[in-house]
Nanobody, 121 residues
Framework: QLEESGGGLVQAGGSLRLSCAAS????????MGWFRQAPGKEREFVAL????????NYADSVKDRFTISRDNDKNTVYLQMNSLKPEDTAVYYC????????????????WGNGTLVTVSS
């Protein structure tokens, strides 16, 4: 019900925009989060946006470089990633949690299959 797209290979300092399209239900009442998982590491929080798109939160490692947004009419969430670094290399997942968002991935109800982002130095 969630499908990510937009990943790929980019040089350090470059930009990518990830999209997460929802289908099968409306996610307008869900907070949406982006998480990532690098090889050999645990899944970590990247960013979240509240169901009304008023509140956003970011991991310190991506603050001021990444921007999360959503278009409830299109049932789509975006992650604009600028000034990418090699340490941003990971599989990026979007997830939906009813009503209030969370930094804890275990609290999310729906997940996409992920999209790979590779940043070369």
């Amino acid at each position: 019900q969630l499908e990510e797209s937009g990943g790929g290979l980019v040089q350090a300092g470059g930009s990518l925009r990830l999209s997460c399209a929802a289908s099968g239900r409306t996610f307008s009442s869900y907070s949406m989060g982006w998480f990532r998982q690098a090889p050999g590491k645990e899944r970590e929080f990247v960013a979240l946006i509240g169901w009304r798109a008023i509140n956003t939160n970011y991991a310190d490692s991506v603050k001021d470089r990444f921007t999360i947004s959503r278009d409830n009419d299109k049932n789509t969430v975006y992650l604009q990633m600028n000034s990418l670094k090699p340490e941003d290399t990971a599989v990026y997942y979007c997830a939906a949690k009813y009503f209030r968002g969370s930094y804890n991935p275990e609290e999310y109800d729906y997940w996409g299959n992920g999209t790979l982002v590779t940043v070369s130095s």
